[in-house]
């Protein structure tokens, strides 16, 4: 594996680890009892997202790397769709793939 890969797969994993924390943010907003316990987890993933993102850069151009960042808009749209049983309506659905086609953009000239 190149390091370019290896970053890029590691934006993605900060990506998915940044989904699951804005998730559990939000379900500390909703539930009535539990709170902190989510408000923590939520925290937790932030740091590790951080932990995470901060390799990539060691192995891509921040140029790259925060772009591809985008892609947790995507994360946060699936997990939010999945977890919480929001609606994604169309317009929305648009833009995620306008995000996807950016990043492939990105990624394939990183």
């Known amino acids: 594996m190149t390091p370019t890969y290896a970053g890029i797969g590691l934006v993605l ?3 998915a680890i940044e989904g699951f924390a804005q998730v559990f943010l939000k379900k500390a907003a909703l539930v009535r009892r539990g709170k902190g316990a989510w408000r923590v987890l939520g925290f937790a993933f932030f740091g590790l997202e ?3 993102y901060t390799w ?9 790397a925060f772009p591809l960042g985008s892609l947790s808009f995507v994360a946060v ?5 999945s977890l919480l049983h929001e609606r994604i309506d169309r317009l ?3 833009g995620v793939g306008l995000i996807l086609v ?3 953009l990105v990624a394939g000239r990183g």
């Open 92 to 94: 929305r659905w648009t």
């Open 102 to 104: 950016g990043a492939s």
């Open 77 to 81: 749209t699936l997990l939010s769709q």
């Open 50 to 52: 951080t932990l995470t």
């Open 13 to 15: 994993l900060a990506t």
């Open 56 to 64: 990539a850069l060691r192995f891509l151009p921040v140029s790259v």
